[in-house]
């Protein structure tokens, strides 16, 4: 289709571009009738500009429509250029001083917590950093997109409202002038009438709803047969089911489906299909019969060609008036004029409207540029601010019902702007005064829930999917009224005073629908069948919470309309208590000689409701009558007569019954509903408006009312009324062998009503309830949060209710009543209770769980025990009750209350006869104690004339009444004082009665006689002493027997190491942390260690004997006994690379003999030093295979290990492995051949080698030369002169068993195949390279980590690392064994001509281009199999010697190369000793061999520091190579860490302490080598300049540089958009934390495929960045990512902490977060040791859900 369209297309573009702008607008400005005109241009050229084609090219339609449709708008505004009309009219414009930033998605917003009016106050990143507020208690979110940032508008800070920017253009605004002013007339009428047609062109076009013909005025007369199927989008779908779709319907490939779901998803729609109609219809009835199987349809439309096109022109315009009205506020103003104009239609018509009212009918993309618009016009401009809000709020209602049933997000919808306005409190205040704001949210939100029952209550039937959709829609509207609510009225007028009562009368009406919703009625005999749905009714309640809070707020700031509020909530229960009496008799109940009327009511038979708003709202307003006075001023105003106590308590107690009696278990058949709904009624986001004010309520009765009969209401509701009214019930009841479960309800039951009336006298926190402000109410939180265990910040503060605002108002008291402890490397910081706030604690605080209550309870008395106190918890000394309430102590005194007392002391004495339980007593005490407390704070305050009423100690002191003469209250707790059954409470007892003592001394201090202290006191103190005296002694014999005891157990282990030597020194042989032992042996004291060369030092084979850890056998390790293996991990590292850009094309045909020094790809082995017999170790993997296998059939779990690798755990440590590394004994001693003659020299050995080499080249070459004539043959044969004892047919015998021959391929191959990515072959002559490699690779990684944290070479390495280095260099000095030796003497003369120049090998790589370590370790390794066939005496030490040398020569000089030159003023002084005169004269001849491109001569000073610290990395690779190859012990001076080690080393490693002298001593033969090294042309090249080489010392790599504040990586993340859907912001912008990639994570758009799968951006990162192993830190989550592989990943906890030294991964929190510098290095650490696969593979085993993440998509 493409080809026919391009020649038209041609043509097109020609015609197009030979329209002037300046022409038409010309025409335009002559015009008689220029709406007419625009429109027929419009409709002319539109069609011809867009929708050319199936897909659609944006660069070159925004040109064209630039061109031909814009420009001429723009000249005819500007009347001259818009490039010069433009700018003068910015230059005119005054810069607003609102910034009016919108949003985009991700971007960092800040809100500040100290000034902003409420959170939705915002400022963008760059007003922030220039704002007061940076330096205030911040919080930092990511905007979902749309938000605009409020500096600049100081309706929304308390201070600071200006940031440094907009500050400037604060200064003449002191008039609010006419924008126009500005602008010339004739500007202003032609911007007017322009802005006139476009808008409404726009507005017209994009609510058209016909497919295929155009409004008339557009229409044009050839119209073409093409149409576009247009797929909509919307939020029930998802993708999957989209692209699965799609693929069927327009037959595209996957990728053309993901696309289009992509564009779908983010611009609302997109065509599918291009073609003529029917072509087009047929794919609609495809997607439509596809997708409507369960749910409804995805929208698809056919339309017309030319519809789409100007639709699309109508966005691009509505993007261009925004951007135009940028220019100049004037613009703006004319712009909001034409937008709000009434149009003729009256009501409703103006294009705002029009555009507000079909928002639900457009498309996102549609959406979010005409609200874009809004933001930018309407609500950038005061004036016009306002009218829009009047507009806004008038269609509230049908805004609202739009929404509930649009298909799109609330972020995509108009209403969604209700939080722009209506937070606006000069707005808000309008709007309810004006328009009835409150009243018409509260009435359009109780439209939306229909469904109630016979009562009126609300009804949530068992919820379909699109009932819960709707629910969760309407949701929405208790967060405007959050906004209108808000902010507070400073002063009232009376229209305000009136339409908030009216908006309260609504809410009234709201919760009477709520009051008793949702009854229950106890389940007896069977269980309930279906759970009834409680969720509604409880996230309703959860939603108003903060209303109700904020509407009692509201009450409390006049008195006026407390008052009236009161009344009206008053008149509203009454009505919800019509009924009160009908249908329940009345009866009378007595104890103690009172009684009282009530009515027969059963909560465990009738129903009973936990939602009381109505009650609940009252009583917070009785709270507030006393707390604001008005109670005691206005009292005649006020109905406090008509109240009904018993009414008033009467719901609020049942509620209470029933969570006692569901603890008491009595409603287990009722199911889980309904511990949830008892959970949530405490919970910490419920509480406030319902336990706690259930509460108030109780505490409100029991003020107004007679306390006795109060209690025998309670008594009666909890259905205990019985037991205590009949003496003696308590036993018939236990001696009638009732029901166990029975007593133990009773016993339940009362302790939860003790329970209950601590809790009515104790809670005075709340400030109109006690004499207390809002702080004590948080401190005493934070106190009884603090005393169950310290808590980290973010703990306290979800234990903590939270204000509308988002507060809990901890910060300003936690430092009175906590430290705070900072955090270590891991875990957090924690706040702990100051030891001085512990006596504020109350055991019976009302918010405690039953656990916490637990907790507390025993944190407290351990806390006493080691400060040495009794264990007592006495109740804490209470703040008064205000004087509403103060009657309400008399209930502890009341004569019922001490009746229940005694009742209970008595069971416990005579405790064999009754049913009690201990906590019923503990609390019995507490009330006594309750009551001791109050009176002597009475008897302390009181004043002359007044009496003290409160009379507790007389009436515990009387006996009981006859007949039955019970004895006094006082006499029963000195009985139990000594009852030996009540140990725990003995404290508290004993607590009682010195407190009664010290009550009765005031009392008889304040009457005249002083009376001898009674016999009591004395009797108790001498009881006292004994107790403490025999407390002592138990306390000592416990220690001493503690003491013993710990005594015999370190004599045991002392035993067990004895015993067990081997398994402590379980790192064997000269293991860094046994080397001490080693170096008092005399043998090696007194002389100087060598580790190579004929002067090698000699030790002593050690035995060495280990242990498996499968089946605990011990075995001496020998060359011929079986295998011995240690767990393994091959893993491919870029850990040290300085070059990750090299990509490996053909893994097949690459070789890796040489390895460059950028080290760009290396092979590192890593061990957990965990060992096992080798046939142990096949049957554990083979049933591990097995175990696999029979896995995939049942289920596709995935585990942390990838068997199909050959990975698996380790048995013992579980760590990751893929192979096994033999343990063998050292190598060299058993190839090794007794030194026989005099060792030749350097150029000697040269010689020697090179002419084995030749000898050997020739008998290859006749090997692969077919025979032709064997005669000929053998006659060159004996021309060949061997070199002299060279026997090239002479083949070595293997020394090594069966089995470890085995285990050396296993290792070999292993590495071959991790290191090359291929399949194993152990056969292919690169398995050798690759071992040798991995051991390089593996001791150059390990010197580096050493070097980094400055640690010395030998120091103690932990034993899996030193076990791990001695056994793979080992087994690599060991592979050539089985392993060809042609292939291996073939490596070593290619290696060896890398050195010494060879005509036969072409091809090598200069000198600049091998990495020397990795060519020592090859060479020295491959050595034996040349030396195995030679017999003319040379040993293997000898050879050592000169390789190393040799290498060591051609570093020297590839440093000197490479050296930077950096004069150093220092030189002059430095006297030049024999090293630098050596190096210079070095550096002479390099400059002659490379034809003086060398640069200038520097100082020798300079030249020897470059060599010393450039070889220094080589030199201690090679100490610890050939430490463990032959086994030489460390010197001493090399284990600990100090002053540079060169010398040691030097020394350690034979080689003289000046290393030029190796130049000089052979000097006839290094000139040679010199010149063909530097005669290399690469060498030349980098001279000049043409090329790179690696300087040394190699720099370690680091992890990238993190900044120190977060916000500044949130903010580089949301200027981060997708490199594959243009333009587009990436969801999950995620940082590789190695190079510093930002990366487009989580998301179809930038998958790509690897290795035939589709992955993710971040894996396929790991690929080419850290070849299979990834760290990433997801920016907006705050959270790091290891990723190893396609299936392993996992979260590590991310180095960023707030203030609190807590991570906030998810970002949930807000904190301002910083860089914690030791957690990063801690990371960066993990990877350097090559620990991420490990760490995964850890994380994935402990915790199963990681292993389900498709990790690969990431």
Request: charged residues 25%; aromatic residues 8%.
């Amino acid at each position: 289709m493409a080809s026919e369209l391009e020649p038209e297309v041609q043509a097109i573009d020609r015609s197009l571009l030979e329209c002037s702008a300046e022409e038409t607008a010309g025409k335009w400005l002559q015009a008689t009738d220029l709406t007419r005109e625009v429109y027929q241009h419009l409709a002319h050229y539109v069609p011809k500009i867009y929708c050319r084609g199936p897909n659609p090219f944006p660069q070159k339609e925004d040109m064209l429509a630039q061109h031909v449709l814009l420009g001429p708008m723009e000249w005819y505004l500007c009347g001259e250029d818009p490039a010069f009309g433009f700018p003068k009219l910015e230059q005119a414009n005054k810069p607003s001083h609102l910034c009016g930033r919108v949003f985009k998605v991700g971007e960092p917003t800040y809100s500040c917590r100290d000034c902003a009016v409420d959170p939705t106050c915002v400022l963008c990143m760059e007003c922030f950093l220039g704002s007061i507020h940076r330096d205030h208690r911040y919080r930092m979110t990511t905007s979902g997109g749309g938000g605009f940032c409020d500096c600049g508008d100081t309706e929304a800070w308390k201070e600071g409202p200006y940031c440094q920017k907009h500050e400037l253009n604060t200064s003449e605004i002191e008039e609010e002038e006419d924008p126009l002013v500005h602008l010339s007339e004739d500007v202003i009428a032609r911007t007017y009438n322009i802005f006139a047609i476009m808008f409404r062109y726009a507005v017209e076009i994009l609510t058209w709803e016909k497919e295929s013909e155009l409004p008339a005025d557009l229409e044009i007369v050839e119209k073409s047969d093409t149409y576009y199927c247009m797929l909509f989008n919307d939020e029930v779908h998802t993708y999957e089911q989209v692209i699965y779709t799609l693929q069927k319907a327009v037959n595209c490939t996957q990728k053309e489906a993901i696309g289009f779901a992509t564009t779908v998803d983010r611009d609302g729609r997109r065509s599918v299909r291009y073609g003529d109609f029917q072509y087009c219809e047929q794919a609609k009835s495809v997607i439509v019969r596809n997708t409507s199987r369960q749910t409804k349809p995805l929208k698809v439309q056919v339309m017309h060609s030319s519809i789409v096109a100007h639709q699309n022109f109508g966005l691009k315009l509505l993007s261009w008036l925004g951007n135009v009205i940028g220019y100049s506020d004037g613009l703006r103003r004319i712009l909001c004029q034409v937008g709000l104009q009434e149009g003729p239609d009256g009501e409703n018509s103006s294009l705002v409207d029009r555009l507000m009212l079909n928002d639900s009918k457009l498309w996102k993309g549609a959406r979010s540029v005409y609200h874009q618009l809004f933001m930018s016009s309407l609500l950038m401009d005061l004036k016009y601010k306002k009218l829009f809000a009047i507009r806004f709020a008038k269609n509230y209602e049908r805004l609202q019902s739009d929404y509930v049933t649009d298909d799109h997000d609330r972020e995509f919808s108009i209403a969604d702007l209700s939080v722009q306005i209506f937070t606006v409190p000069s707005l808000a205040r309008m709007l309810i005064t004006e328009e009835n704001l409150m009243t018409i949210i509260i009435k359009t939100f109780m439209d939306h829930l229909r469904h109630r029952d016979a009562q009126g209550r609300f009804q949530f039937e068992r919820y379909t999917a699109l009932q819960a959709f709707k629910f969760r829609r309407v949701q929405s509207l208790i967060f405007d009224l959050k906004y209108v609510l808000i902010s507070k009225p400073t002063e009232w007028s009376d229209d305000l005073r009136q339409k908030f009562l009216e908006g309260f009368d609504a809410f009234l009406e709201l919760l009477k629908c709520m009051q008793g919703m949702d009854p229950i009625t106890r389940q007896v005999g069977q269980h309930i069948e279906m759970e009834p749905e409680w969720e509604a009714a409880f996230t309703l309640q959860m939603k108003l919470t903060h209303v109700i809070s904020m509407m009692q707020d509201w009450c409390a700031l006049d008195e006026k309309v407390l008052i009236e509020a009161y009344k009206k909530c008053l008149a509203v229960l009454m009505q919800c208590h019509g009924g009160f009496t009908d249908g329940e008799q009345p009866i009378t109940l007595s104890i103690c000689g009172h009684s009282v009327e009530t009515i027969r009511y059963c909560v465990s038979q009738e129903k009973v409701s936990i939602h009381l708003p109505v009650s609940r709202l009252l009583a917070g307003l009785h709270v507030l009558l006393s707390k604001s006075e008005v109670a005691y001023k206005f009292p005649e105003l006020l109905p406090l007569s008509e109240l009904s106590p018993p009414m008033l308590i009467e719901h609020p107690l049942r509620c209470l019954v029933l969570c006692a009696q569901v603890h008491a278990g009595m409603w287990r058949r009722n199911g889980f509903s309904l511990v949830n709904q008892i959970y949530y009624y405490h919970n910490v986001k419920c509480r406030r408006e319902m336990f706690d004010k259930d509460i108030v309520m109780l505490q409100t009765g029991v003020s107004m009312m007679d306390p006795n009969h109060f209690l025998m209401i309670m008594l009666s509701r909890f259905e205990l009324y019985q037991i205590f009214s009949t003496p003696d019930y308590g036993k018939r009841f236990s001696s009638e062998i009732t029901h166990k479960d029975v007593v133990q309800q009773n016993n339940t039951l009362i302790e939860e009503m003790l329970y209950l009336i601590i809790m009515i006298v104790g809670e005075r926190f709340s400030p109109g309830v006690g004499q207390v402000n809002a702080t004590d109410e948080i401190k005493r939180e934070i106190i009884h949060q603090l005393s169950i265990k310290p808590m980290a910040h973010s703990e306290l503060v979800k234990s903590l209710p939270e204000d509308e605002n988002k507060e809990t108002g901890m910060e300003s008291v936690i430092e009175a009543v906590a430290h705070f402890k900072k955090p270590g490397l891991t875990g957090r910081g924690m706040y702990e209770l100051k030891p001085e706030c512990a006596k504020e604690f109350n055991l019976y605080f009302y918010h405690f769980s039953r656990a916490e209550q637990s907790k507390a309870e025993e944190a407290q008395r351990k806390l006493k025990r080691q400060n040495r106190e009794d264990t007592a918890l006495p109740p804490p000394v209470l703040p008064p009750f205000c004087p509403l309430f103060a009657s309400l102590v008399n209930i502890l005194q009341s004569d019922v209350m001490l009746c229940i007392m005694r009742t209970v002391l008595q069971w416990a004495v005579e405790h064999n006869g009754y049913a009690w339980s201990e906590s019923m007593l503990q609390r019995v005490l507490h009330l006594i104690g309750m009551a001791l407390q109050e009176e002597k704070q009475h008897l302390d305050n009181v004043t002359e004339e007044h009496v003290v009423t409160f009379t507790f100690t007389q009436k515990i002191s009387k006996p009981g009444e006859a007949p039955n003469n019970s004895p006094s209250i006082l006499a029963m707790l000195e009985t139990l004082q000594n009852a030996p059954y009540l140990d725990v409470h003995k404290d508290m007892i004993r607590w009682i009665l010195k407190t009664f003592n010290a009550i009765k001394k005031i009392r008889e201090s304040s009457s005249t006689s002083p009376v001898a202290e009674t016999e009591g006191t004395i009797m108790e103190e001498s009881s006292r002493d004994k107790d403490k005296a025999e407390r002592k002694r138990k306390a000592e014999i416990a220690r001493l027997r503690r003491e013993k005891i710990m005594a015999q157990m370190s004599e045991m282990q002392r035993h067990f190491i004895d015993e067990n030597k081997e398994l402590f020194q379980q790192t064997l042989e000269l293991d860094a942390s046994t080397s001490a032992v080693l170096d008092n042996s005399p043998m090696v004291s007194n002389m100087a260690l060598t580790a190579l060369g004929p002067a090698q030092t000699q030790v002593p084979e050690q035995r060495q004997f280990v242990t498996c850890i499968l089946c605990q056998e011990e075995q001496e390790v020998k060359v011929e006994s079986k295998a011995m293996v240690l767990a393994a991990f091959v893993q491919r590292s870029t850990v040290l690379s300085k070059n990750r850009s090299k990509f490996i094309q053909d893994p097949e045909k690459y070789d890796p003999l040489f390895m460059h020094p950028d080290l760009s790809c290396g092979t590192h082995t890593g061990s957990c030093g965990h060992i096992m017999h080798a046939h142990c170790w096949q049957r554990y993997f083979d049933s591990v295979q097995a175990k696999e296998q029979r896995r995939q059939q049942r289920l596709r779990l995935h585990t942390s290990y990838d068997v199909e690798n050959g990975e698996f755990l380790c048995p013992l440590c579980e760590c990751l492995s893929n192979t096994v590394i033999p343990l063998l004994l050292p190598p060299r001693n058993i190839f090794n051949r007794l030194n026989i003659s005099d060792q030749p020299k350097l150029t000697q050995w040269i010689k020697t080698i090179s002419q084995q080499i030749k000898a050997l080249q020739v008998l290859r070459k006749e090997e692969n030369t077919p025979n032709t004539a064997s005669s000929k043959n053998l006659e060159n044969m004996d021309e060949l002169q061997f070199p002299e004892g060279f026997r090239p047919d002479f083949h070595p015998k293997n020394p090594y068993s069966e089995s470890i021959k085995e285990m050396l391929t296993t290792f070999g191959t292993a590495t071959y195949k991790v290191g090359l990515k291929v399949h194993p072959n152990e056969e292919d002559p690169r398995v050798p390279i690759m071992c040798w490699g991995s051991c390089a690779y593996t001791i150059q990684s390990i010197e580096r980590i050493l070097s980094d944290e400055d640690k010395p070479l030998f120091g103690p390495l932990p034993c899996r690392l030193d076990d791990c280095l001695r056994s793979l260099t080992r087994f690599a000095a060991a592979h050539w064994t089985v392993a060809s030796l042609s292939v291996v003497q073939g490596h070593f003369c290619k290696l060896f001509a890398s050195l010494v120049p060879d005509d036969n090998q072409g091809d090598l790589p200069c000198i600049l281009d091998i990495d020397m370590f990795h060519l020592l370790v090859g060479l020295v390794l491959a050595f034996p199999a040349l030396q195995c066939q030679d017999f003319s005496g040379i040993s293997l030490g000898t050879g050592d010697l000169h390789i190393f040398h040799l290498v060591t020569m051609a570093h020297i000089v590839q440093i000197l190369l490479t050296s930077c030159t950096e004069e150093n003023g220092m030189d002059q002084e430095n006297p030049a000793g024999e090293e630098e005169l050596a190096v210079l004269a070095l550096y002479k001849t390099l400059h002659q061999c490379t034809g003086s491109a060398l640069k200038e001569i520097p100082s020798g000073w300079h030249l020897w520091r470059n060599v010393r610290n450039g070889i220094m990395p080589f030199l201690k690779c090679c100490a610890l190579f050939f430490h463990y190859l032959n086994g030489v012990p460390s010197p001493p001076e090399l284990q600990v860490s100090g002053t540079s080690h060169f010398e040691h080393l030097c020394n350690y490693l034979s080689l003289p302490n000046n290393l030029i002298c190796l130049f000089q001593e052979n000097n006839e033969i290094t000139k040679l080598l010199i010149e063909s090294w530097c005669h290399n042309i690469e060498v030349k090249r980098y001279l000049e300049g043409e090329r790179d080489a690696i300087s040394y010392p190699r720099e370690s790599n680091k992890l990238i540089d993190l900044p120190e504040d977060y916000s500044s990586l949130i903010n580089q993340a949301s200027n981060f958009s997708c490199p594959k859907s243009g333009g587009d912001k990436s969801r999950a912008p995620t940082l590789c934390l190695v190079c510093g990639t930002l990366l487009c994570s989580q998301s179809y758009c930038c998958q790509t495929e690897l290795e035939g799968e589709d992955v993710g951006a971040c894996t396929a990162h790991t690929y080419s960045c850290g070849s299979g192993v990834g760290i990433f830190l997801r920016v907006r989550e705050c959270q790091v990512l290891f990723l190893a592989g396609k299936t392993k990943g996992c979260f590590y906890s991310p180095p960023y902490l707030d203030d609190y030294g807590e991570t906030d991964q998810g970002l949930r929190r807000g904190n301002p977060l910083h860089l914690c510098k030791e957690r990063f290095k801690k990371i960066q650490k993990l990877w350097h040791q090559h620990s991420i696969t490990e760490e995964i593979g850890h994380a994935q085993e402990a915790n199963q859900t990681l292993v389900g993440i498709d990790w690969q998509h990431l």
